[in-house]
């Protein structure tokens, strides 16, 4: 037991450190070390962890990271994987804040940072794209994003709200949908 | 206190952020915004910048680093590495009890109409949410005490456009932001 949750931890921190990105990007990784290498989920499992993982609420990379765990030896397991999964993050993270907070002062590091800042706006953009291509799939997606975009801008909601407005509008449209078709 | 305002804060994000890394920025804009005065716009800029050209899930390296700057701000270094693992914590613990309830009924989770719709209309919704927090970010990053960066600007828009080349879209965000780091210094922004 212990050793299957030490290897639950060990292989999901070298994931972990291995990932650039996370979520869509993370999966040929996933196949190898889990479905290939370690053998805990077939990979048609994988992909449904990873399906759920995306309807589910956040990051993705966690949410799998949960459930393979979780397979393999129950809620210590889970927690164990996701542990493992974020360790890396945490150390990498604290140790270049810390660093960059050092250096924050240096002009040519001021320079740097305003460049990058150029850049983050442009890669910004186009998640944005990309998440309008993935999410606006019809004419009634689209109408809940105008609303969406409402309420930010207009009225300034907490995210929260908006996330629970999209939900009921969701479950609503689709109650009318069902009636219809009767 | 404020330890404890950071948990709670991004317990709620873990939460509420569904669709990954990108649908926690609105939040934690949301937070750059708000009276705890944790971290500015301009530092969660480069919190985004970091945690895309760093190993590691981008919302978890994200809710790190605010964690961080948040603990930071209150108790210095010790301060912020505490920060960072409490926010880290609070982000991931809504998903170890989701996940676990869920696992037990997977198929039938996923396939659940109320499941399903519920998710249909809050996909639109994240896209919305994350529209807004990057006007915010851009609109913020371009213009500067009180006048247009136009050299940002411009850097941004050439670097927007070469990601539209298909050839140039599969390179790492870590490649981008170098060329904007040189681009920084040769221009001493």
Redesign the interface.
């Known amino acids: 037991m212990v050793k299957n949750l030490l290897s639950l931890f060990l292989t999901f921190a070298k994931i972990?450190?291995?990932?650039?990105?996370?979520?869509l990007t993370?999966l040929p990784l996933l196949t190898k070390e889990i479905v290939e290498k370690k053998k805990w989920a077939s990979e048609e499992q994988l992909l449904?962890?990873y399906?759920?993982?995306?309807?589910?609420?956040?990051?993705?990379?966690?949410?799998t990271a949960?459930?393979i765990g979780?397979?393999q030896a129950g809620?210590a397991g889970?927690?164990f994987a996701?542990v493992g999964?974020?360790t890396?993050?945490?150390l990498?993270?604290?140790a270049?804040?810390?660093a960059?907070?050092q250096f924050m002062e240096y002009?040519?590091v001021?320079?740097?940072?305003?460049?990058?800042?150029?850049?983050?706006?442009?890669?910004?953009?186009?998640?944005?794209i990309t998440?309008?291509k993935?999410?606006?799939v019809d004419i009634v997606?689209?109408m809940?994003?105008?609303?969406?975009?409402v309420?930010?801008?207009v009225f300034d909601i907490?995210?929260?709200l908006?996330?629970i407005?999209?939900?009921?509008?969701?479950?609503a449209?689709?109650?009318v949908r069902e009636v219809r078709k009767k | 206190m404020t330890f404890l305002y950071l948990f709670w804060e991004f317990f709620?994000i873990?939460?509420?952020?569904?669709?990954?890394?990108?649908a926690?920025?609105?939040?934690l804009f949301?937070l750059a915004n708000s009276d705890y005065g944790w971290f500015t716009q301009?530092q969660l800029?480069?919190m985004?910048?970091?945690?895309?050209s760093?190993?590691?899930?981008?919302?978890?390296?994200m809710a790190?680093?605010a964690g961080?700057?948040a603990g930071?701000s209150v108790m210095g270094?010790a301060g912020?590495?505490l920060g960072?693992?409490i926010a880290?914590a609070g982000?991931?613990i809504?998903?170890?009890i989701?996940?676990?309830i869920?696992?037990g009924f997977?198929?039938a989770?996923?396939e659940n109409?109320?499941?399903?719709?519920?998710?249909?209309?809050?996909?639109?919704?994240?896209?919305?949410?994350?529209?807004?927090a990057?006007?915010g970010?851009?609109s913020q990053?371009?213009y500067q005490d009180g006048a247009f960066?136009w050299q940002?600007?411009i850097?941004?828009?050439i670097?927007?456009a070469l990601?539209f080349i298909k050839k140039l879209k599969k390179l790492?965000?870590?490649f981008?932001?170098v060329?904007?780091?040189?681009?920084?210094?040769i221009?001493?922004?």
């Open positions: 972990g450190v291995m990932t650039f990105g996370g979520g993370m449904d962890y399906a759920v993982g995306q309807c589910t609420p956040g990051i993705i990379a966690v949410n949960t459930f979780y397979s809620i889970g927690i996701t999964m974020v890396p993050s945490v990498i993270i604290i270049v804040a810390a960059l907070q002009p040519v001021a320079s740097a940072l305003m460049g990058i800042r150029a850049v983050v706006c442009a890669l910004l953009s186009h998640t944005v998440l309008a993935k999410s606006l997606t689209a809940i994003f105008i609303i969406g975009f309420l930010c801008f907490t995210p929260i908006v996330v407005v999209g939900a009921i509008i969701g479950i449209v689709n109650k | 709620k873990g939460l509420f952020a569904v669709g990954g890394g990108p926690t920025i609105p939040f949301d301009k800029v480069d985004i910048a970091v945690s895309e760093t190993p590691g899930p981008i919302g978890i390296n790190t680093y961080y700057n930071h270094l912020g590495v960072g693992i880290t982000l991931v809504p998903s170890i989701v996940i676990i869920v696992a997977l198929k989770f996923s109409k109320y499941v399903k719709s519920a998710f249909y209309g809050i996909r639109p919704m994240v896209t919305s949410l994350v529209l807004f990057v006007y970010i851009v990053t371009f960066a940002v600007i850097i941004s828009l670097a927007f990601m790492h965000p870590a981008w932001l060329l904007g780091a040189v681009a920084g210094v221009l001493k922004l």
